[in-house]
């Protein structure tokens, strides 16, 4: 689709803090463990947000705004007409530029940023500290020395009710992606939120193993 790299860039910045996994190190982190638990629990985070990335090395700039949906096996991305829809058997891809809909088999062992991977223990190289300011901010921090860590740094802001307001993370080469969070909230999931609607119109290409 349009812009898909962007996409794939903020969904690596955002899904590895919002979904991470049980095998962090942490030390005293209730903001941060609190946060995971609300996944855990099957709650999805809703929010509009709007996603810069800064290339250090040439200073281009791209700047993406949409919704997303995050749970702990699937997430959901709108920006414009564009659509991104990934479960746990199927990614499904909206370009409205050319008005079709890609539809293929998702192989969870190929997708750095699946939920699910994040939650059985890839980012256990991380460390994790947290901060709570006098105004009720609180500043987590994650850090990795591992070369084969999407982030050497990530650093995620919450309000006083432990909702992200902004992440930004740095990454191997010191790459600048900052996701700010507008009106983000936790709600339980129902039937509609993760439903995948593109005009009837669109060309269909079905790229699954045996269509």
Do not use: C
């Amino acid at each position: 689709m349009a812009n898909n790299n962007i996409y794939r860039i903020f969904l690596a910045a955002l899904l590895p803090v919002l979904v991470s996994a049980n095998g962090l190190h942490n030390q005293d982190t209730p903001a941060f463990d609190s946060l995971k638990q609300l996944f855990e629990s099957g709650l999805v985070f809703n929010s509009t947000f709007v996603h810069e990335y800064n290339d250090t090395f040439t200073g281009e700039q791209q700047r993406t705004e949409g919704t997303i949906w995050v749970a702990k096996d699937q997430y959901k991305m709108i920006s414009g007409s564009n659509i991104m829809f990934v479960d746990g058997e199927i990614s499904r891809v909206y370009d409205s530029t050319r008005n079709r809909v890609i539809i293929s088999d998702y192989e969870e062992e190929e997708d750095d940023f699946a939920p699910s991977r994040m939650l059985q223990g890839v980012d256990d190289t991380y460390s994790v500290t947290e901060y709570r300011y006098s105004n009720g901010i609180t500043e987590i921090l994650l850090s990795s020395n591992d070369p084969f860590a999407i982030f050497i740094q990530v650093t995620i802001f919450l309000d006083e009710e432990g909702i992200p307001m902004r992440i930004e993370a740095i990454d191997q080469v010191e790459n600048e992606l900052t996701t700010f969070f507008i009106e983000g909230n936790f709600s339980p999931d129902d039937s509609e939120i993760f439903h995948f609607h593109f005009p009837e119109s669109a060309e269909q290409i079905d790229l699954r193993h045996g269509s």
